[in-house]
């Protein structure tokens, strides 16, 4: 195995928020269960878009977030995803490279536009998601960078890959690469539905796959078809090498073999929206395991990226996460 | 003079901005003047985006601003203006509808794409402008819709309409048909720049045909080529009916005849970005004027809603303004 040079690259479906305010009626009327992540087609995109408030658009994209809060703590970070070649797109590239986040794939030329996620932000900060994934489902291995993947200490895949099977292809095939060069391979469950959607699939994956694992409660118990978050942990301990389990403002646990850490949420003045907690987490995660941290204090920097993002609307850092470095090297203030 | 249908229409360039940080080092590096906007073409608006960091996309344009600011404070608005059949042109029509204006022109199917305007927003909190004005170039007397501004109480205007001929005859004619319904036109003199590129021409629209002015010091002084902010309201006061002038952390001046008030600015906690704050206290002027509240307290609800848009990003509000109007009858807390 080679020096890397490259910490982590994320590979995801890239996608522009579109976040808005939203009241508790309002997703009761269109049927949307809080704080998921739903799939769309376009009409249903159109048809919700237009009966939202106004927006606020920003860059996304789950893996996206995470590469972004990477780089903005000072990691070396790099991107594979699909935009299409339209405002959206540009947009999207942009940011992303405007962040420190080595991005070189081609946008797309034709088909359907670059994806949106219509945000809804209720009132307790609570974030619901309608995705319409537009040219991320186009997105397959022929979209994928061998040598990137090779060169980077981790590749960090997101579990909505699975909802198409192209991007599925893809993840295996990124899977492949970086362990042929003895990389470490970390993955998000992403959402409970969508571990729902693949629960089979993805356990296999844990037990045999996966070095690093990132889930919340909701998504742990999901896979392992559990009631109780201390069951779901004790499934978990036996598959993966790592795995980094959040709980909200109950903090997070980690366990690593016989190690195993409960580690407190960062203090949070306001929260906004919850857009990207997780994503930020594991940016912050990933980079104390990538920069030799002891696994606690992995995690503290994992809660610090969390607290940082949710004190505003958007999932892309608003100011440089850099110092939260060295915050993390002590106990966390409560 | 029918009863009015609308409270206020207000005409501008239609705009959805950029808004990214940046340092003074930035701002010194690309020679722009803090704090002002400067009109770029398309090469440029495509270097400067190239180098200038992550942005947050969010509706804007300055009269657009207004109207929505005003509906959120639960006034009748409207809003004419030009954007493109593209994605930034559908973003910005869904914002301005789903804010509850009125908002019925066209969308341009040829021609240049849809304005943007690149913030810069520096850690003071200032920003500097940089606008594309894109499909907003072709605005002219055929956007116009004479029987709208005919029903409204007050036709809003912005100076920035000045920039482009076909822009400056359609304000010309929205000018003459509200007068000739006996309504009242206002004007914001937008840019101290901007004032200084029609001085001659807005000085004789501010002495024959503008019944509402507002303008910020830094204009005012500008309009009359005076170094002292007393000797150009000196000059203001016999001009219009109604002044108001800005003076961003030390409130604002009103004149009516005799009548003049000096008003304090509403208190905020931290000034993120001033983007919108001459926008929103038109707004809140607007509302006062319309629904017959004494001077004074039209300048107070300028004063709140403008302290409002200041404690975040964009220029857009966060949450509904309509609590304010109460507040406004009071003196303002310190």
């Known amino acids: 195995m080679t020096e890397s040079a490259v910490d982590v690259v994320g590979i995801g479906n890239a996608i522009v928020d579109v976040i808005a305010n939203a009241d508790d009626a309002f997703l009761a009327r269109q049927g949307l269960d809080k704080g998921a992540m739903r799939l769309i087609d376009q009409p249903t995109a159109e048809r919700l878009y237009g009966e939202m408030g106004p ?22 970070s790099a991107y594979i995803g699909k ?5 959206l797109g540009r947009i999207f590239a942009h ?20 994806a949106r996620c219509l945000i809804l932000v209720t009132p307790d900060a609570q974030r619901t998601m309608n995705t319409f994934l537009g040219a991320s489902t186009d997105f397959g291995p022929g979209d994928l960078d061998a040598g990137l993947v090779g060169k980077a200490s981790v ?20 899977l492949q690469h970086a362990h042929k060069q003895g990389r ?13 959607r693949h629960r089979a699939e993805f356990r296999a994956l844990v037990e ?5 694992l990132f889930a919340n409660e ?10 109780d978050f201390d069951r779901a942990l004790q499934h978990v301990r036996g598959h993966c090498e790592v795995a980094a389990l959040t709980r909200s403002e109950k903090g997070s ?33 990933l980079y104390g395991l990538t920069h030799k941290f002891d696994l606690a204090r992995c995690a503290r920097l994992g809660a610090l990226a969390a607290a940082k993002v949710i004190g505003h609307f958007g999932a892309r850092p608003e100011t440089a996460l850099k110092p939260l470095v060295e915050v993390s090297a002590k106990p966390l203030k409560r």
């Open 55 to 76: 927006g606020l658009e920003c860059s996304g994209g789950s893996a996206a977030n995470s590469m972004v809060a990477l780089a903005s703590l000072g990691a070396r």
């Open 83 to 87: 935009v299409k070649d339209d405002e």
């Open 95 to 114: 940011d992303i490279r405007a962040s420190g986040v080595m991005f070189e794939s081609r946008f797309a030329a034709h088909g359907a536009a670059t």
């Open 155 to 174: 590749t960090y895949l997101e579990g909505y890959l699975w909802d198409k099977p192209a991007a599925k292809d893809a993840f295996r095939q990124a």
């Open 184 to 196: 470490k391979v970390a993955l998000s469950l992403s959402d409970a539905f969508c571990v729902d």
């Open 208 to 212: 045999h796959d996966i070095d690093i």
């Open 218 to 227: 909701a998504e742990i118990r999901s896979l392992y078809q559990v009631d």
């Open 253 to 285: 646990v980690v366990v690593r073999g016989e190690e195993i850490h409960v580690v407190d949420a960062a203090p949070v003045k306001r929260v906004v929206d919850t857009t990207g907690a997780g994503d930020f987490y594991a940016a912050g995660f």
